[in-house]
């Protein structure tokens, strides 16, 4: 049975005292999850969040059209100027989203402290 997609909006700060936006996703992201994922990060001030995080360490399933919504934000971004980075991924789906082709557009990190450092 599917679950929900849950999103919390954080913030922290690089090194340089920079702030860094941390959407931290839990549950299930699907076709259903549209509103949670890019509802969310529409809803972020562009101009105030350049640096933001995709934190999946508690996304318990992910499937295409899951990650057709990310690529969708990911491209955002891009247009909006803003860099967005990616942490928490299980070693499966770190496979697939570098299959897809998305690291292309961003890099994928292990933890929040070596994505955060990215942003230095």
């Given amino acids: 049975m599917q679950t929900d997609t ?3 909006v954080d913030q922290t700060t690089n090194s340089a005292g ?8 839990a549950g299930d992201i699907s076709s259903t999850s549209r ?5 969310t990060y529409q809803g972020l001030a562009k101009d105030a969040h350049k640096r933001i995080l995709l934190d999946f360490t508690k996304v318990d399933y992910l499937n295409s ?3 057709a919504l990310v690529i969708q934000l990911l491209l955002e971004a891009g ?9 928490g991924l299980t070693p499966h789906f770190r496979k697939v989203f570098t299959m897809v082709g998305i690291t292309k557009y961003t890099e994928l990190f292990d933890d929040e402290g070596a994505a955060v450092a990215s942003f230095d």
Avoid: H, M, P, Y
Avoid at 18 to 25: N, S
Avoid at 35 to 39: E, F, I, N, R, T
Avoid at 79 to 87: A, G, H, K, S, T
């Fill in 18 to 25: 920079g702030a860094v936006t941390v959407l931290r996703f």
């Fill in 35 to 39: 509103d949670a994922v890019l509802g």
């Fill in 65 to 67: 059209s899951g990650i």
């Fill in 79 to 87: 247009r909006n100027e803003q860099r967005v980075q990616l942490f």
């Fill in 6 to 8: 849950r999103v919390a």
